[in-house]
């Protein structure tokens, strides 16, 4: 069981601010993301796309962005739980006991949401009737290759990951490669690799292709795929793979008993707080009379969500208000030596 | 103001005023149409606000860019009449454009 003061949902630009708000008033925090890296959307949507409406930073990627805020909230040596995502949140006296889907256990006072969308999980095949081959003939994402040898393995997607794993696989297995349309969306290396492949015999490819059906009972016999004219094709395979990217699902979130507004999360605009003493929700994910979907937004609910969390942590302590140009206090926790 | 008819997956046809210049996603989420969710605001990065435009319409809109038919490979069923509602941007000449929405988004 791990203890602290404030549980942070979200490892996005966001939450990451307010690590640091959370620091300078001298609160300490764990950082719990779904994802396998740190940055949220900012590096799973657009690690490359210039923004141009951060404060005082003229233009900077998500990645630029990303890594500032990991260089200014360096100094506190913060716990990143990734690859988790928080499945139970319960009640007890004054604590919230929290535990992920990987079963690591928090003790905190209190809970700041800055999720973004919500966690960021595959998109599956939209084919009926496939979740009892799911997790175990049909998969969206590869933990262990071996299982793949001298089988048949079906690939669908046409970016990076569906080409990158069709190129690695295609040495010890036979790969079908299926995708929607003609042209693929990876790099060109990889494109010009996996039809070097196609041209030696060792990858099929069919393209204007989407997965129809699946025989078979619990392992699969074959598939049908189907053809933009509407012809239908039977591949005999093993497994199937499919890369169709990342969605975002608002997930257990929607099970706490927090007040929800379509996908997002009602908070007063004092602190932030949202139905639940305790819990606060802050960015994309909270909604309020006149919200913006911005990440300066996002910071300045950051900013009141710390303060608000200080009541919890330190019940017989008062907040006091201070700057960080003045405040020796602040400055120590920041680690600046004078 | 151009009217967009939206035809719901629940077999709901609603037909809204949508101002020039807004996108075809915004005359959307602004007036509760159901089953577009524009996860990432129209920024072209989810694929979560995909249409089927009605068929006699799809040519007369502006061709997609290629960031657009990328992000179709990740839509739920994409058909060739797939767009991205976030990318369609109203105008006179988009009077009466009627699309439909997908059973899902993801």
Known sequence: MIKTDTLIIGAGPVGLFCVHQLGIIGLTCEVVDNLDKIGGQCI?????????????????????????????????????????????IKQDEKKWLI???????????????????GSFEPRKFSTKEIEKYEGKKILYSVKDKKIFKDKTVTIFGGGDSALDWAIELSNTSKVILVHRRDDFRGMQASIDKVNQLKEEGKIEIYTKYQLDSVEGDNKIESINIKHDDESIKEIKTDYVLGFFGLIMKLGPIAEWGLNLDKKTIPVNTENFETNKKGIFAIGDICSYPGKLKLILSGFHEGALAARGCFKYAKPDEKYRFEFTTSSKIVKSRLGIKE | MPKITYLENNGNSKTIDVSNGLTVMEGAVQNDIQGIDADCGGGMACATCHVYVNEEWFDKLPKKEDGEEDMLD????????????????VSDELDGLIVSIPSKQG
């Open chain 2, 74 to 89: 990740m839509a739920f069923e994409p058909k060739k009449n797939s767009r991205l509602s976030c990318q369609l941007i």
């Open chain 1, 99 to 117: 535990k992920t889907n990987k079963g690591t256990q928090f003790e905190t006072s209190s809970i700041i949401i800055a999720a973004g969308v």
């Open chain 1, 44 to 88: 799973e949507l657009y690690p490359d796309k210039p923004i141009y409406d951060i404060p005082a930073i003229p233009e900077c990627t998500g990645e630029e962005l990303t890594n500032n805020l990991l260089e200014q909230i360096k100094t506190f040596k913060t716990n990143f739980h990734l690859n988790e995502r928080v499945e139970e």
